[in-house]
């Protein structure tokens, strides 16, 4: 699996990018891309507003055009909703680069780390997983900080 970027303001591009979209498509047998895009912050609104009803732009939304991924419950159940004919676009994941700084500014980190995070948080959303009940909340909170754990070179197996 890859990422495709066609432009990158945030200069995502690099080594960590490449390694964690090769081992994210190895875990789940997924061999195509996720399209990765930016949009100013009244495009994000009006995406935001068409999609999830709220009319304020968000850091990053993700679309998945896998069949029929629902909500994981674990590893096993997720490579079975992503089966290995999937070699085309997986998904897009749109980010909001100034809305993406004002959270790292807020949280007191850095941009790459909270690209990091906002890309393994929609990746997962892609593969079905979600966060809507507290179970799978904490199910995928889980898996994003074992993901996010290994560091820019050794990232898990989910």
Sequence with gaps: MRYILAQDPARMRGR???GFAARIGRSYGLSGSISVAFVS???????????????K????????FLRD??????????????SSEHTETAG??????????????????????ELRFLLTH???????YDHARDRDARAMEKLERRLLA?????LAKP
């Design 57 to 64: 732009p968000t850091d990053v939304l993700s679309f998945s």
């Design 16 to 18: 960590w990018l490449n």
């Design 122 to 128: 929609a990746t997962l959303h892609i593969l079905g």
């Design 150 to 154: 290994r560091g820019s070179d050794r």
């Design 69 to 82: 991924v629902g909500s994981p419950r674990s590893t096993a159940a997720a490579k079975r909703s992503t």
């Design 41 to 55: 912050p009244a495009e994000m609104t009006r995406l935001n507003a068409a999609y999830r009803g709220i009319a």
């Design 92 to 113: 897009e994941i749109i980010f909001c680069l100034p809305v993406v700084r004002r959270k790292a500014r807020e949280r007191r980190g850095t941009l790459r780390d």
